[in-house]
């Protein structure tokens, strides 16, 4: 089993832009969804996709398991989502050790852009770079499962909420 442990961030201007290394357009739906579990597809480029499990009630570590599946599979499981469809493309940057995760969302969710790093620990201090923002770790108007299932749009986007800024 893998445990996922990571930060999440709100991004401030351009400048990850010129660090960028890769990028990746997603398509992520939930198709279940409780307290302290869930379960969504992913699909990746139009071209690939994979089944995620986490289980866990913390938003900083939780037990993720993963797994490839046929992309017809996964398209059919797109149909049955609980909610909004998330639309975003990921850029990758390497940072001093520690690869930084961009989500740029589209969609429902147009104009929000977020970064997460993956730490080996809780205790991890990963140097932020210039272009991060407010940490967000553990707010839960930020997981990708609560945006999916509850639509969080009109408060994260929209800026109904000046805290969410």
Do not use: C
């Amino acid at each position: 089993m893998a445990k996922e442990i990571e930060r999440k961030f709100k991004v401030v201007g351009e400048g990850w832009r010129s660090e960028v290394t890769s990028s990746s357009a997603f398509l992520q739906a939930y198709i279940a969804s409780d307290d302290d579990r869930s379960v969504r597809v992913r699909i990746m480029d139009g071209e690939r996709a994979r089944l995620t499990i986490k289980i866990g009630r913390n938003l900083v570590a939780r037990d993720e398991f993963e797994y490839e599946i046929p992309l017809a599979d996964a398209k059919e499981l797109v149909e049955s989502a609980l909610g909004v469809v998330l639309e975003k493309t990921r850029y990758r940057i390497d940072h001093k050790g520690y690869i930084w995760e961009v989500d740029v969302y589209g969609g429902a969710y147009a104009g929000l852009v977020v970064a997460e790093v993956e730490i080996e620990d809780e205790a991890a201090e990963p140097e932020l770079p210039d272009w991060i923002g407010r940490e967000i770790t553990g707010d839960r108007r930020y997981s990708n499962v609560v945006m999916a299932t509850e639509d969080m749009s009109g408060e994260l986007v929209n800026g109904l909420s000046s805290a969410a800024r």
